[in-house]
């Protein structure tokens, strides 16, 4: 099972970038997903899941700003970015809870500049 996440950058404050996470091995499904940060010195923190009963959810810090979404038949996941700011700088990961396990995506650094 992979998950390879892509489309982090540098993008300057207010501009846009979305997240792809594609799935091999497995399938995302109607399962928990989800997007997670890591900022430098920090821990990793949730940034918006689905959940299995398809209910997203969002950290107060991005709620209005990202916008969590999925395509089953395309098996990916994406994470949309606008009116990005300096504090969203942070490697992000992408999840996938399944059966009892939770998998992992490589994680892609986005940067934002001020």
């Known amino acids: 099972v992979q998950l390879q996440a892509s489309g982090g950058g540098l993008v300057q404050a207010g501009g846009s970038l979305r997240l792809a996470c594609a799935a091999s091995?497995?399938?995302?499904?109607?399962?928990?997903v989800g997007w997670y940060r890591q900022a430098p010195g920090k821990q990793r923190e949730v940034v918006a899941r689905?959940?299995?009963?398809?209910?997203?959810n969002y950290a107060d810090a991005v709620k209005g700003r990202f916008t969590i979404s999925r395509d089953i038949r395309k098996n990916t996941l994406y994470l949309q970015m606008d009116s990005l700011k300096p504090e969203d700088t942070a490697i992000y990961y992408c999840?996938?809870?399944?059966?009892?396990?939770?998998?992992w995506g490589q994680g892609t650094l986005v940067t934002v500049s001020s």
């Open positions: 999840n996938l809870a399944k059966n009892r396990k939770e998998y």
């Open positions: 091995g497995t399938t995302f499904g109607y399962n928990a």
């Open positions: 689905i959940s299995s009963d398809r209910t997203a």
